[in-house]
């Protein structure tokens, strides 16, 4: 059993930054792929980034080149840092653990407005 505990969302103006911060329990973190996921009102959640134990990163067209995901295997936490923010990154933010089963964050709201 992993537990998830995200950090650090907020209300910030467009073009503003932010990072996401998970923590996670467990003696087994480093061989996870960890994931931050969004899930804007009326819309399905969607993966935004990934990284894999041997730290590839994948990542949604959308926030290409203004998200960065990124993992400390020492802290057991993974990152995401957001730069160039848009309205449209509104939404609430989720960390998933994907090892054999899905573990999921309670969610930080993101949201970006003027």
């Known amino acids: 059993q992993v537990q998830l505990v995200e950090s650090g969302g907020g209300l910030v103006q467009p073009g503003g930054s932010l990072r996401l911060s998970c923590a996670a329990s467990?003696?087994?973190?480093?061989?996870?792929?960890m994931g931050w996921y969004r899930q804007a009102p009326g819309k399905q959640r969607e993966l935004v980034a990934s990284?894999?134990?041997?730290?590839?990163?994948n990542y949604v067209d959308s926030v290409k080149g203004r998200f960065t995901i990124s993992r400390d295997n020492v802290r057991n936490t993974v990152r995401l840092q957001m730069n160039s923010l848009k309205p449209e990154d509104t939404a609430v933010y989720y960390c998933?653990?994907?090892?054999?089963?899905?573990?999921w964050g309670q969610g930080t709201q993101v949201t970006v407005s003027s």
């Open positions: 467990g003696s087994m973190f480093s061989i996870y792929t």
């Open positions: 990284i894999t134990s041997g730290g590839s990163t």
């Open positions: 998933n653990a994907k090892f054999m089963a899905d573990y």
